[in-house]
């Protein structure tokens, strides 16, 4: 590959399953969820940017809708360690095929 050539990466994101213990509900339009997933987004400024996801605690596949996360200590911590994390196997990659 040209090394003048710009690459332009337009997302990085992860997901993050988030653990047992520190789950929650939220509602949306009348329906409960349990929120057990992070979508942690690097913004271009280089801050992460975070949504929750997860399923209608009275079962069923539901609506994919987002969730602001609470401003939660060890949610922050999470979304960062998982940052962490995913910023070292991209580091690590051994290439395509």
Do not use: C, Q
């Not at 399953?17 to 992070?38: A, C, I, Q």
């Not at 999470?78 to 580091?91: I, K, N, P, T, V």
Request: glycine share 10%; charged share 25%; no cysteine.
């Amino acid at each position: 590959m040209d090394s003048d050539m710009a690459i332009d990466v337009s997302a990085l994101a992860i997901n993050v399953t988030v653990p047992e213990e520190l789950r929650w509900t939220d509602t949306r339009r009348g329906e409960e969820f349990r929120l057990s997933t992070l979508n942690v987004r690097l913004l271009p400024d280089g801050r992460l940017a975070a949504k929750a996801y997860g399923r209608p605690t009275a079962g069923g596949r539901g609506a994919y809708v987002s969730f602001p996360v609470p401003d939660r200590p060890e949610l922050i911590a999470l979304a960062d360690e998982a940052a962490r994390r995913a910023g070292a196997l991209w580091a690590a990659h051994r290439g395509l095929g």
